[in-house]
């Protein structure tokens, strides 16, 4: 079984997973956005040749 007991580093290490992980959602989140932008003005330049 998986140990989580990290006694006295508890207060250090559980606070840093939950920071990396919203950082990494984040990101996530951030990439998408991005995409959808890239995808728009790709339709849009797609668009304007025609």
Not at 15 to 38: E, T
């Amino acid at each position: 079984m998986i140990d989580l007991d990290m006694s006295p580093y508890a207060a250090f290490v559980w606070p840093a997973w939950a920071i990396s992980g919203v950082v990494l959602a984040a990101l996530v989140v951030r990439a998408a956005a991005a995409a959808r932008r890239w995808k728009a003005a790709l339709r849009d330049l797609e668009a304007g040749d025609e």
